[in-house]
């Protein structure tokens, strides 16, 4: 998982953070809003907690960085996105409609 998290670091400077389970991938886009671009669990280890865990210390993590707003979206095309749809109303993300531009996207906030 290191070597994923040092590749998007170089490639998109997309920050990584992740355990043997989980990963959530995200991006601060200026001083005070971050976007999450993909959570993902091990399926033997989905419903315990491991990811909320994770995206609660991310919340954390950002907060201390004077983030003020998180953005975050589920596409509705792929698979398992009811599981991230749920995840991201567990940390607490507001649903804030679908994409004008793209109708399978659905767009959230949280505001910390």
Same mark, same amino acid.
């Given at each position: 998982?290191k070597?994923? /998290?040092?590749?998007?670091?170089?490639r998109?400077?997309i920050?990584?953070? &992740?355990?043997?389970?989980c *990963?959530?991938? &995200?991006?601060?886009? #200026?001083?005070?809003? /971050? =976007?999450? *671009? #993909?959570?993902? !669990?091990?399926?033997?280890?989905?419903?315990?907690?491991?990811?909320?865990?994770?995206?609660?210390?991310? +919340?954390?993590?950002?907060?201390?960085q %004077? $983030?003020? $707003? +998180?953005? @975050? %979206?589920?596409?509705?095309?792929? %698979?398992?996105?009811?599981? !991230?749809?749920?995840?991201?109303?567990? *940390? @607490?993300? +507001? =649903?804030?409609?679908? #994409?004008?531009?793209?109708?399978?996207?659905? %767009?959230? =906030?949280?505001? +910390?």
């Amino acid at each position: 998982m290191k070597l994923y /998290a040092d590749y998007m670091k170089e490639r998109e400077n997309i920050e990584v953070l &992740y355990t043997d389970e989980c *990963f959530l991938s &995200y991006k601060l886009l #200026d001083e005070e809003t /971050a =976007f999450v *671009f #993909d959570i993902y !669990s091990k399926p033997s280890v989905r419903g315990d907690g491991k990811m909320l865990e994770l995206g609660k210390d991310f +919340i954390s993590k950002v907060k201390k960085q %004077n $983030v003020k $707003v +998180i953005y @975050g %979206n589920t596409v509705t095309t792929t %698979n398992g996105w009811r599981n !991230s749809d749920r995840l991201l109303k567990k *940390f @607490g993300f +507001i =649903f804030s409609g679908k #994409d004008p531009d793209d109708n399978v996207v659905n %767009n959230y =906030f949280l505001k +910390i």
